[in-house]
């Protein structure tokens, strides 16, 4: 059976996975790490002098809250996910923070959008393209609902390249192919995004590479983790015992000082000419 991204699916996940995605999501925003390389690619887009913003693939909002909380930001940001569970999610957390007034989040697919074109000074897709298994079709419906002139900013991770340290390499290599197929759809699209960007006719501004990594104890990749447990069986990759066996054995290794966790992340960002 092929493996089912649970990301690709949060239209149908059960409440108690979908908590699983939005405490993941959270978490991975708020490191500092991340947040960082997401203010990287949003200073290369001057998304401070966009009036309208959309987040394609939002999730719980938190590109759409980073950018609406900049303190130079004077727009608005729309955020559409798949799931309107997720869609609600980001919505809550919005008007949490005090954001309400500067954000709207709806549900949608990503790849067709009934919003007119042109409609949006900057798009951003934050995380999006590993879980689809068509990122063309993003891209190309990116391209049509910015402006011309308009700014995109893609980031994902190169997830091909995410990796974790195992005392038997060959039984570490095989957790690292369950992984990916597990929690990504398109593990390689990062390494594509130049030829997508051409075929969508666009046009590549800036780009921003960096590699997460973790040696000897696990901070970033904790959580991450601890996820993954829940999420691998839900897969079809794993079973329970698998991903518990697993998850325990890295929690051991970074208890121990000998933990090992990498992967490449990147960032684009593209003009629509």
């Known amino acids: 059976m092929k493996p089912s991204d649970p990301y690709a699916v949060t239209d149908k996940l059960d409440d108690t996975l979908l908590q699983v995605i ?16 997401l203010r990287d690619y949003l200073g290369a887009m001057e998304i401070d002098m966009a009036k309208s913003v959309l987040d394609l693939g939002c999730g719980t909002g938190v590109a ?6 900049r ?16 869609a609600r999610a980001a919505s809550k957390l919005a008007e949490d923070e005090g954001l309400g ?34 990122p063309i079709l993003v891209l190309k419906e990116a391209a049509r609902l910015v402006r011309p ?6 980031f994902d991770g190169d997830y091909a390249s995410m990796t974790f340290g195992h005392a038997d390499p060959a039984k570490g290599q095989a957790y690292d192919n ?33 590699i997460l990594a973790e040696v000897g104890k696990a901070d970033f ?7 993954f447990r829940r999420l691998l069986p839900k897969a079809g990759v794993m079973t329970d015992e698998e991903a518990n066996a697993w998850a325990e054995g ?24």
């Open 22 to 37: 939005v405490t993941r999501l959270e978490t991975r925003g708020k490191h500092p790490l991340f947040d960082g390389m």
């Open 64 to 69: 759409a809250r980073a950018i609406a909380r």
């Open 71 to 86: 303190p130079r930001f004077a727009g608005r940001v729309l955020g559409i996910d798949l799931s309107e569970a997720l």
């Open 101 to 134: 007034d500067r954000t709207e989040f709806r549900a949608g697919d990503s790849r067709k959008l009934e919003l007119a074109d042109g409609s949006f000074d900057a798009l951003v897709a934050h995380t999006l393209l590993s879980h689809v298994d068509d």
């Open 149 to 154: 002139g308009g700014m995109i900013g893609v």
């Open 178 to 210: 369950a992984v990916v197929s597990g929690v990504v759809t398109s593990p390689r699209v990062m390494r594509q995004m130049p030829r997508l960007v051409e075929a969508a006719e666009l046009q590549l501004v800036a780009t921003f590479p960096y």
């Open 221 to 227: 990749w904790a959580p991450a983790i601890e996820s």
């Open 250 to 273: 890295l929690q051991n290794d970074s208890a121990n000082g000998v933990f090992f966790g990498a992967s490449n992340y990147y960032g684009y960002v593209i003009r629509r000419p």
